[in-house]
């Protein structure tokens, strides 16, 4: 397993959309090991593939308190999304130190193939159905600022490219 470099925003390669995983092979299972090492390591609860620039459709996550149930997502499409709505703070591994309020279904449901390659169906609400969303969002090329004021988008980027800049 290795640790994985995580893309930075405002990154473009982040705006990339990702494409299907063609077959669950064992390119695929090393690569879900080394991202629930990266996102562990990271102190996050989900990482999408597109996070570590590699733009295929995989997702891992993982909301326990005792970091011990991963949750594997390739090829995943969201099914059904509730009427009802909550705003909270959001973060991304992608955009550290910033946490900024975004407005999500409560409930979802997907589905999706496992790590071994067969299909489920998931059906989530609260913080675990918020991470799916956000996860997704990042297959699609979107990051979650992009949900906030142009006028906040232009302080986050602002603030990151200037700590990037500091960290050169």
């Known amino acids: 397993m290795a640790l ?3 893309l930075r925003y405002p990154d473009p390669r982040l705006n990339k959309v990702a494409q299907p995983v063609q077959a669950v ?3 695929i299972k090393a690569l879900i090991a080394d991202m629930l090492e990266t ?3 990271a102190s996050g609860i989900g990482l999408a593939a597109t996070q570590i620039d590699v733009h ?3 997702v891992v996550i993982d909301t326990s308190e005792e970091r011990n149930a991963p949750l594997v997502l390739i090829n995943p ?3 059904w999304l509730s009427e009802e709505r909550v705003k909270g703070d959001e973060g991304c591994l992608s955009v550290p130190g910033i946490y900024d309020g975004v407005e999500r279904a409560t409930a979802v449901k997907v589905t999706a193939l496992d790590g071994e390659g067969q299909s ?3 059906e989530a609400e609260g913080l675990l159905a918020i991470c799916i969303q956000h996860e997704l969002d990042h297959l699609k090329g979107k990051v979650f600022v992009e949900y906030l004021s142009p006028l906040k988008q232009g302080r ?3 603030k990151m490219v200037k700590s990037l800049r500091d960290e050169r």
């Open 4 to 6: 994985l470099p995580i």
């Open 25 to 27: 092979d064992a390119r």
């Open 39 to 41: 996102m562990y390591e």
């Open 56 to 58: 295929e459709r995989l």
């Open 77 to 79: 499409e969201i099914t």
């Open 120 to 122: 489920r169906t998931l």
């Open 156 to 158: 986050i980027k602002t």
